[in-house]
């Protein structure tokens, strides 16, 4: 019963802010390729700064997992950034809850390691509650940030013709 009154909430916003969203799609372009040109440069520099020191002990924290492991939560990222880009915030909200369920999974035992990707998947949530397009694309791109930082310490997946040779 609860479950069913969080769902007509979460319903509820969405409904709202798509509504907002279409009633503003003229700026919205705008604030988008504002949000993109900012975020460049502040990914850029977060990028440079969480890569330098911290890589061995990265690698060794999420120790059996691979990049290929972290593909369902890349796609979903992907998927919320075209539904937002459309301005279709259910979708959004949606993809980016799937992609925080995959990241759970990965998680799971890992310690903190996925910490600032998590903070930034809340992060995408709340600016959509609170209506905030550019924000929420803002968020996108820090979490792509973060979880590109994750694989490129990990290994690709292993292909089984590989082990058979």
Request: glycine letters at 8%.
């Amino acid at each position: 019963m609860k479950s069913n009154r969080v769902l007509i909430a979460i319903v509820a916003v969405a409904t709202v802010i798509a509504t907002t969203i279409a009633a503003t799609q003229i700026q919205l372009p705008l604030l988008q390729q504002e949000a993109v040109a900012q975020n460049a440069t502040t990914t850029n520099q977060t990028a440079g700064n969480q890569t330098q020191g911290g890589g061995a002990a990265t690698g060794a924290t999420i120790a059996g997992l691979t990049q290929a492991d972290f593909g369902p939560v890349t796609d979903n990222l992907n998927t919320a950034r075209e539904s937002l880009q459309t301005n279709d915030t259910t979708a959004t909200y949606s993809a980016v809850n799937s992609a925080e369920l995959e990241l759970f999974g990965l998680a799971s035992g890992q310690g903190e390691q996925f910490k600032p990707l998590q903070d930034s998947v809340d992060g995408i949530r709340d600016a959509l509650r609170n209506n905030d397009t550019a924000k929420a694309l803002q968020q996108l791109n820090t979490a792509d940030v973060e979880l590109l930082r994750i694989t490129q310490q990990l290994p690709p997946e292993e292909e089984e013709g590989e082990e058979e040779e």
